[in-house]
């Protein structure tokens, strides 16, 4: 009777280790296919970050007023942009 308990724990054991890997391999094969089809979106999005910085300081850089000193510009300085 014992000897069938301990069988028993050990054909449970045995099962839930190969579910276990049965699964690990599943969310692997998954993970396979994401890292897959997520590559061409990660070196875009390189790309995406390069030009955003780029357009950033262009932007950060023409956002400023430059002063005027000594220059009569009138009542509309709007005309001027």
């Known amino acids: ?3 069938e308990q301990q069988l028993s724990a050990q054909v449970n054991r045995k099962k839930r280790q190969y579910l276990l890997l049965e699964k690990q ?7 396979d296919l994401q890292i897959e089809a997520l590559a061409p979106v990660a070196a875009a999005a390189n790309t995406f970050t390069e030009e955003y910085k780029s357009f950033a300081t262009a932007v950060d850089a023409t ?3 430059l002063p005027v000193k000594n220059v009569h510009v009138g009542e509309d300085a709007s005309q001027f942009l």
Do not use: I, P
Not at 25 to 31: I, R
């Open 63 to 65: 956002r400023h007023k």
């Open 25 to 31: 391999k599943q969310l692997n094969s998954l993970l």
């Open 1 to 3: 009777m014992e000897k």
